[in-house]
């Protein structure tokens, strides 16, 4: 039976690992699997409810890691082997990430709380549902069709992260807020923004990755946090099995990544986003579908 559980968050990692960089948007996926392969590894719905919403978040940690060792000699600004100037270029592009962080912080942290006190709902309470991510593929699909249209031909005015201004790096911080509704994809988003920045294909996908670290390091406390205060109010002890998935779901994330990433920074430099954004519309297609047989 566990042998199964693990199959589950085997796949669960794949998936993650794969669509949490690519601009099709790893939540589309994940609602997916979660109707055809929930886990079921003990008996307490509830429980397995808070679980799944934890699961998912936190094994993007995975995903981080790999990002962070792809890019550590990039991210590091205390290697011995770099000189004062390009010490300095990644203490400004940490500034860069920090601000551009600013305006998801506020929104998905102070502004979901607001919401919660006046609406009694959070904004996952809101918008997590079938119907809105599908919504939010199909859109986002025609957007990187159109966009990539325009863009044809015209040359990028930032070709490196070293390049981006704070000001431009706020911008995408706020392009960054809209993978607040299920189903635009983070990545998505920030890469969009990039674009019509004048920042390039690859610049703008590198950065996304660089954003991806505080974004998703405090994602993930906050449902650690509230996973663990959810448990402790119920009185009940964590099935050891739960964290043996949680810990297969990481390490298959990271693995994955580290292949998505380095496939991404390469299709990128010899092919347009177009291709995801018809992508992105089939699966649009195919969770609408699903939501309405089920209605």
Do not use: C
Request: no cysteine; glycine share 10%; proline share 2%.
């Amino acid at each position: 039976m566990m042998i199964l559980e693990w199959l589950k968050a085997v796949l669960y990692g794949i998936v993650e690992g794969i669509t949490e960089w690519l601009p099709v948007s790893s939540t589309g996926h994940l609602i997916l699997i979660e109707d055809w392969l929930p886990f079921a590894f003990t008996s307490d719905a509830a429980f397995l409810a808070e679980f799944g919403e934890m699961f998912q978040v936190v094994i993007q940690l995975g995903a981080i890691l790999a990002v962070v060792i792809l890019f550590w000699g990039k991210l590091w600004p205390f290697s011995k082997g770099k000189s004062t100037a390009e010490k300095r270029n990644t203490w400004s592009l940490w500034f860069k990430v920090i601000i551009a962080s600013v305006p998801a912080a506020l929104i998905g942290i102070v502004g979901d709380k607001i919401l919660e006190k006046i609406s009694g709902k959070d904004i996952d309470g809101w918008l997590y549902n079938s119907f809105v991510v599908a919504a939010a593929l199909i859109l986002y699909g025609i957007a990187f069709i159109v966009i990539e249209h325009f863009h044809r031909g015209k040359m990028a005015r930032v070709e490196s992260v070293d390049q981006i201004s704070y000001k431009n790096a706020f911008l995408i911080g706020v392009f960054q807020t809209l993978s607040i509704v299920p189903g635009t994809s983070r990545s998505g988003s920030t890469i969009l923004g990039s674009m019509l920045l004048g920042l390039s294909r690859t610049t703008g996908a590198e950065f996304s990755f660089f954003m991806a670290i505080p974004a998703m390091v405090g994602a993930s406390g906050i449902k650690l946090i509230g996973f663990g205060s959810w448990v402790a109010e119920q009185g009940i002890a964590v099935p050891g099995d739960a964290w043996v998935v949680l810990a297969i779901g990481f390490l298959v994330s990271f693995l994955v990544s580290l292949a998505a990433i380095r496939f991404l920074m390469d299709f990128v430099k010899k092919h347009s986003f177009a291709s995801f954004g018809i992508y992105r519309i089939a699966l649009g297609i195919l969770v609408l579908i699903l939501w309405l047989v089920r209605k």
